[in-house]
T-cell receptor, first 113, second 114 residues
Framework: GQQVMQIPQYQHVQEGEDFTTYCNSSTTLSNIQWYKQRPGGHPVFLIQLVKSGEVKKQKRLTFQFGEAKKNSSLHITATQTTDVGTYFCAGPLSSGSARQLTFGSGTQLTVLP | DGGITQSPKYLFRKEGQNVTLSCEQNLNHDAMYWYRQDPGQGLRLIYYSQIVNDFQKGDIAEGYSVSREKKESFPLTVTSAQKNPTAFYLC?????????????FGDGTRLSIL
């Protein structure tokens, strides 16, 4: 079936190091969304990418959507302890007779002080 | 402040019991969703509704039921047929369905078996 794959599953970094998580879809996506879930919290929407090759920045976070609209990445420059959490990508894939947002399994980021 | 309210925050279920999780939104969103999250895992779609009085099964609907009688409300019942209900349940809403719009999540309900 259609899937959204995300790697790595876990990442431990020293504070100040960079971090990247990658997302791949088995099919072309109309858009890709990124969410952050803090430990014990709920997912919070970060950004949506729509165009092929699109790059968006939010302070230290850089989001990319691949040219073929089947992959995406989130890069954090100079991580801080506030970046701790699980980062999910999500894209609309077929679910029964309709398309619904399908979430990747997430990358759990730990930042060591 | 607009948002999604889930209750209760924690819920305990006895064997053979049905329990209902509440989800209310005041964002005027048409679409609402229920997800299940197991420890260290992603979100799996249980049910979704794109409009009042209509809802569809997601990937793991067995043992669950929903209703959508009002735009603001989308309660989830975990029935006794769901043999492994212990999980974190998240309700979400979006302006429209089909994955075109960002989803807003409630704080979740943690369900455990007694």
């Amino acid at each position: 079936g259609q899937q959204v794959m995300q790697i790595p599953q876990y990442q431990h970094v020293q504070e100040g190091e960079d971090f990247t998580t990658y997302c791949n879809s088995s099919t072309t996506l109309s858009n890709i969304q990124w969410y952050k879930q803090r430990p014990g919290g709920h997912p919070v929407f970060l950004i949506q990418l729509v165009k092929s090759g699109e790059v968006k920045k939010q302070k230290r976070l850089t989001f990319q959507f691949g040219e073929a609209k089947k992959n995406s990445s989130l890069h954090i420059t100079a991580t801080q302890t506030t970046d701790v959490g699980t980062y999910f990508c999500a894209g609309p894939l077929s679910s029964g007779s309709a398309r619904q947002l399908t979430f990747g399994s997430g990358t759990q980021l730990t930042v060591l002080p | 402040d607009g948002g999604i309210t889930q209750s209760p925050k924690y819920l305990f279920r006895k064997e053979g019991q049905n329990v209902t999780l509440s989800c209310e939104q005041n964002l005027n969103h048409d679409a609402m969703y229920w997800y299940r999250q197991d420890p260290g895992q992603g979100l799996r779609l249980i049910y979704y509704s794109q409009i009042v009085n209509d809802f569809q099964k997601g990937d793991i609907a067995e043992g669950y039921s929903v209703s959508r009688e009002k735009k603001e409300s989308f309660p989830l019942t975990v029935t006794s047929a769901q043999k492994n209900p212990t999980a974190f349940y998240l309700c979400a809403s979006s302006r429209t369905g089909e994955g075109r719009q960002p989803q807003h999540f409630g704080d979740g309900t943690r369900l455990s078996i007694l």
